[in-house]
């Protein structure tokens, strides 16, 4: 097999997945805002960046139970669609467009980047990534993140686990995508699409694509977020979970400022 390059995701890379991004993804934050909150509050964080925002399911969930909380993300489509439903739900809320490797928002209690969206960096650029919510953070801020476990993608057939195939009726419009990924060595996971949407009996469009990801060991995590001042209180399942290296499918990293 050809080997894969990955290449840090351009701004633009979300705009195709924006306008239906949440009927495929909403349902599953679920669990890990559940378990953000926990650790929020464990840690007495008031203030909360989240820097990979999208469509904004952290910024809701957390700005509902108190929390003062500001959305950046890169990427515009997905920040339009949410401060639309920042005024659906009369929410003063605020949004802002951003790259994680250089965004200056404030100093805050926590920073979030949430459901694999460090994946889209290379690992020089996550360093940098890293480095740049560190001076976004007050002393002793937390940094929460997650991203898939490498360990757990190389054993066994893991990797077919991440087979998909979702369809979501909205109106008359059906919506179906399918997918399939291949993991290599050097953590360069590669997903193919085969998206179809189809508007009442009209002909489905279909359109196919690929996206790579920049996946890690729980280890090397570690390491990078110590060469990047921080010191790691916690590695885990993202719903809180005892991490295991070849069972658990994403790893969530609680690091704290140093």
């Keep these: 097999m050809k080997a894969v390059t990955h290449q840090s995701a351009k701004p633009s890379h979300y705009n195709k997945g924006a306008e239906h991004y949440d009927e495929f993804?909403?349902?599953?934050?679920?669990?890990?805002n559940e378990f953000i909150e926990s650790i929020l509050k464990k840690y007495k964080a008031k203030s909360v960046v989240d820097l990979t925002c999208g469509t904004g399911s952290q910024v809701f969930w957390l700005a509902k139970r108190g929390f003062e909380i500001i959305g950046s993300d890169i990427n515009t489509k997905m920040l339009q669609v949410a401060k639309n439903k920042a005024l659906d739900k009369k929410l003063n809320l605020k949004f802002i467009k951003g790259d994680m490797r250089a965004a200056?928002?404030?100093?805050?209690?926590a920073a979030i980047t949430i459901f694999n969206a460090v994946g889209h960096l290379t690992k020089d650029d996550f360093e940098k990534a890293m480095r740049n919510i560190h001076s976004n953070?007050?002393?002793?801020?937390?940094?929460i993140f997650d991203i898939f476990n490498l360990d757990y993608l190389l054993h066994a057939n893991n990797i077919t686990k991440l087979t998909i195939d979702w369809q979501e009726i909205t109106g008359n419009t059906k919506?179906?995508?399918?997918?399939?990924?291949?993991?290599?060595?050097a953590g360069t996971l590669a997903s193919y699409t085969t998206h179809y949407e189809q508007r009442g009996s009209s002909k489905p469009k279909i359109t196919k694509s690929s996206q790579t990801l920049q996946v890690y060991t729980a280890g090397?995590?570690?390491?990078?977020?110590?060469?990047?001042?921080?010191?790691?209180?916690?590695?885990?399942?993202?719903?809180?979970?005892?991490?295991?290296k070849n069972k658990t499918e994403r790893i969530l990293m609680i690091a704290k400022k140093v």
Excluded: W
């Design 220 to 244: 090397q995590l570690k390491d990078m977020l110590h060469r990047s001042g921080f010191k790691v209180v916690r590695q885990c399942d993202v719903d809180g979970s005892r991490l295991s």
């Design 137 to 143: 953070l007050k002393p002793n801020g937390l940094y």
């Design 104 to 109: 200056q928002l404030g100093e805050f209690d």
């Design 25 to 32: 993804n909403e349902e599953k934050s679920k669990a890990i």
């Design 175 to 185: 919506i179906r995508d399918i997918q399939y990924s291949t993991i290599d060595e």
